[in-house]
């Protein structure tokens, strides 16, 4: 239920007031509620969830914690 | 796909158990609070790649499977109704109720139809004015604000044959009660990142000061899960208990503001019955007053409902964490995924159906070196 996928916008437009987008999972094309992330546009990537993207993917923080696995990698190779 | 093939690199996994190997001197025990993570742990193989001396106990994060028996009750008389569209997410129709499912009453020329969005039963609801239509609107706070989402612009659009069957739950008042447990094995929590993507981090603080107890926000990925244990165990051997955000391109402290307005617009705090668990109080939202009239309860007499479940199912110690699913006697024999006694066998989130899908006959007959695994007839 709380399955929520990760996918990138790829078109913005509206209906009878709500902002929708079109969402790209991997090929997988969906009209997806945009109501909740006013500031989101094209090319961000969002996770959704029943078809309302509920939170943007921060690119620096996904960096972050990727580099942050890398410097275990390294302390581990490093132990005796 | 982009930020979900970095996540599961194998090579980072590796690296990651051998840090927790590193760290881990004690046995501790972990809850991982929600349904997807407890899939992605057995999916994966994690909970077997671990130290023998962590346990992870899967907890009640699965909003199907704590939906009580009654509920359900009311969902099949009201869909049975004439005139009624009944929209239901899909985990819902095998759900089994006192004695019978959505999909008996779909069998039974009763409307029931399977939604993505709960924005699709507005339209159905649009679309056939002559009709009723009914959203049962279940779920955590992840799904609140899509569900609130439909019933405001039922309401923008002047709807009168749309309402929803209200029974949402939340996750804090339930680590609460398992925390707050004499019994509780928990040492540490895995919390849900995705309903910390709707309401942030805030509301975790609280417990961990009250209970000593480290709470970490974790993700769905492997290398998610594995980064959330790991915090939780050097926590643990450090002697520390804070609140940490492993799931940080996701989840904000002050979480999603937005959907937060909404959903405290349309719905409100109330105890809830917790299936398999009992009630728990302040543990669910319903309607506010201001959307009463969109209540399918009221607008449907649905009266007193005689409900009982399985006297075999065992699931409430499942979603406990007393008990694994493979522990039920019923498992895999009178219980399996196409006649389900439990909803824990039932949904993508449910633990039974966990086990059964991904360790089928390995668990429910430990001496069977090879076979077909997962099917139940």
């Known amino acids: ?80 | 796909m982009k930020y979900l093939d970095e996540f599961n690199d194998p090579v980072v996994a590796r690296q990651l158990f051998a840090e927790i190997e590193r760290i881990t001197t004690r046995p501790w025990a972990i809850m991982e609070v929600c349904g997807g993570q407890t899939h992605s742990i057995i999916r994966n193989g994690i909970d077997q790649l671990l130290p023998e001396n962590i346990e992870l106990i899967h907890g009640p994060g699965c909003p199907v499977c704590v939906t009580p028996v009654g509920m359900i009750d009311k969902a099949l008389d009201i869909a049975s109704q004439p005139g009624v569209i009944f929209c239901s997410f899909g985990d819902m129709l095998r759900v089994p109720g006192t004695s019978r499912d959505l999909f008996h009453v779909k069998s039974e020329g009763g409307d029931v139809r399977v939604v993505y969005s709960p924005l699709d039963a507005v339209k159905l609801a649009e679309d056939h004015p002559d009709r009723q239509v009914v959203f049962f609107a279940i779920g955590f706070e992840t799904t609140a604000p899509a569900n609130a989402m439909a019933v405001h612009q039922a309401r923008q659009r002047g709807l009168t044959n749309f309402s929803v069957l209200v029974s949402h739950v939340l996750v804090p008042p339930a680590i609460e009660a398992i925390a707050g447990s004499p019994a509780t094995r928990v040492d540490g929590f895995l919390a849900a990142g995705h309903v910390c993507s709707v309401m942030g981090t805030w509301q975790y603080g609280p417990l961990v000061e009250r209970h000593r107890v480290p709470i970490v926000v974790t993700g769905f990925e492997p290398l998610d899960v594995l980064d959330g244990i790991r915090r939780v165990i050097a926590q643990l051997e450090s002697g520390t208990a804070a609140l940490e955000n492993a799931y940080a391109r996701v989840v904000t402290d002050a979480g999603n503001v937005a959907a937060q307005q909404m959903v405290d617009d349309v719905f409100e705090v109330c105890d809830r019955r917790w299936r398999g668990i009992g009630e728990i109080p302040l543990s669910g939202w319903r309607l506010s007053a201001r959307y009463g009239d969109f209540d399918a309860e009221t607008r449907f007499d649905v009266g007193a409902i005689d409900s009982s479940e399985s006297a075999l199912c065992r699931s409430g110690e499942v979603l406990q964490g007393l008990i694994k699913p493979h522990e039920c006697a019923a498992f895999g024999v009178e219980c399996t995924p196409r006649r389900p006694l439990g909803a824990t066998m039932v949904s993508g989130e449910g633990a039974c159906a966990a086990y059964h899908q991904y360790r089928g006959l390995d668990v429910i007959r430990p001496t069977a070196v090879s076979g077909p695994r997962g099917d139940d007839d």
């Open chain 1, 1 to 80: 239920m709380c399955l929520a996928v990760p996918g990138r916008i790829i078109d913005v437009g509206d209906d009878r007031g709500t902002r929708m987008a079109t969402v790209d999972f991997g090929g997988v094309r969906k009209e997806i509620c945009l109501a909740y992330l006013p500031d989101v546009g094209i090319g961000d990537h969002v996770i959704v969830h029943v078809g309302f993207a509920i939170s943007k993917i921060d690119e620096a923080s996904a960096l972050e914690t990727l580099a942050m696995f890398d410097e275990l990698g390294l302390l581990d190779e490093g132990l005796p």
